[in-house]
């Protein structure tokens, strides 16, 4: 009995063991799926170099890279290709989606993946380097950086077997062209509706690594979604300059509202954390500092009109000085580095206009007839208490005050309009009501 019994579990432990071994002996091949979306910039640069350092580590049959971008920082495009070109794994940059682009920046990484991408509908090129700064450039320094960029995508191309012809002119001529034409022209090789179609695609297709030579096999493979975390996420979204630029004015309602009604706390807290992020997104930005004290020298004069009103000339002058500032404050060339007219319009507008409609309230109330204290007194119809001859009590507006006629006499009980306030007493005249 005790040997069936034995003989039995070994049995069990038999059948539970082969599966586990082949799971073990031959794991399930992924592929690791990362998303570069928007400017190039040290946030996206650690996040695309530490994607492909996790699926080296786990040994993934390839990563790819869904790419659309305008370009960005040079420091961070080659910190991703220097990875790129020494990864372990294969690299495919996949241009995506239709409508999205690898422009500036994006061009060197779409050259520098093993395997190049592009969706229907997308675009590829304008390598033209383009200075952070307006500060004007000598014709040398230019040609050192076109040169130095035409060199540097000339060897990528010819590293990855790609038309280096083409690559330097889109460096120096910003020639951009269509997914078709890429293809033609040996640019990429694939052309791909979506990610599960590519992966189809370059199943069985031979590519050369850092390790070596490699056949992708991709057929039945686990897609891993890496993401970017929420930190990286929300520093990433700080690098737009229209976030910066919105945040920034948030800030300076928060702060104004504070000052307007102080104690309120809530606005002063919103407006100061919003300033705080916005400087903190300037950091990443290049932005002409005399547009920044522009900006800050009109807030300072709206907190001055609302302590000392001067009926709008403070107003006029913070809004001009608002105005002006955000033209001026981002100082590049480059577009994806400047704030777009339409906000900058918009939001000064509604800038303007609030002020404006606050001065005019303002004014409105300026000239309004008093209702309170003694100049409200003025035209209160009261009753007299005592006989006016011509001086008495009369009771207006809730009070017992001291009254005088002009010469008239008016009885006891009878109504009386106020004319005029003289010190503590008022000049009356008896009311005569309109039928």
Not at 210 to 225: H, M
Request: hydrophobic share 45%.
């Amino acid at each position: 009995m005790k040997i069936k019994i034995i003989f039995f579990f070994l049995i069990l432990i038999f059948i539970f063991s082969c599966p586990l071994k082949e799971n073990y002996t031959n794991p399930k091949p992924s592929i690791y799926l990362l998303q570069l979306n928007g400017m190039i910039n040290p946030i996206t640069s650690q996040y695309v170099v530490g994607g492909i350092e996790d699926a080296e580590k786990e040994e993934a049959e390839c990563l790819i890279l869904q790419l659309d971008t305008p370009g960005g920082l040079d420091t961070s495009m080659r910190d991703i290709i220097k990875k790129m070109l020494n990864s372990t794994i294969p690299i495919i940059v996949y241009v995506s989606p239709p409508g999205g682009r690898a422009a500036s920046a994006g061009v060197f990484i779409t050259l520098a993946s093993n395997i190049a991408a592009m969706a229907p509908g997308t675009n590829i090129g304008a390598a033209h380097p383009v200075a952070i700064s307006e500060e004007k450039i000598d014709e040398e320094m230019k040609a050192k950086m076109v040169n130095d960029a035409a060199a540097y995508i000339k060897t990528i191309a010819e590293k990855r077997g790609r038309n280096a012809q083409w690559a330097e002119k889109a460096v120096r001529e910003s020639v951009s062209i269509t997914e078709q034409e890429a293809i033609e022209q040996g640019v990429i090789e694939f052309i791909a509706k979506d990610v599960n179609e590519l992966i189809k695609i370059i199943n069985g297709v031979r590519v050369n690594t850092a390790s070596g030579t490699r056949v992708l096999k991709t057929e039945d493979t686990e897609i891993i979604p890496v993401k970017m975390s929420s930190k990286d996420l929300f520093l990433h979204s700080l690098t737009n300059p229209n976030i910066a630029y919105i945040l920034l004015f948030l800030g300076i309602y928060g702060i104004l509202g504070e000052f307007s009604h102080p104690g309120s706390f809530f606005p002063g807290i919103v407006g100061g954390i919003s300033l705080i992020l916005a400087f903190v997104a300037f950091q990443s930005i290049p932005i002409n500092y005399g547009g920044l004290l522009l900006i800050i020298f009109g807030i300072v004069l709206f907190i001055i009109e609302i302590y000392t009103p001067t009926f709008g000339v403070l107003t006029a002058g913070g809004v001009t000085s608002l105005i002006l500032g955000s033209f001026m404050l981002s100082k590049s060339t480059a577009p994806f580095f400047r704030i777009s007219l339409g906000l900058i319009i918009a939001m000064s507008l509604s800038t303007a206009a609030f002020f404006i409609f606050a001065l005019s309230k303002g004014i409105r109330i300026q000239w309004k007839k008093p209702v309170t204290g003694r100049e409200g007194l003025i035209g209160k119809v009261g009753i007299t208490k005592t006989v006016l001859d011509p001086e008495g009590t009369i009771f207006v507006y809730g009070e017992r005050w001291q009254a005088s006629t002009e010469g008239e006499i008016i009885k006891e009980g009878e109504e009386v309009e106020v004319l005029e306030v003289r010190g503590l007493q008022l000049i009356v005249k008896k009311y005569i009501r309109k039928e």
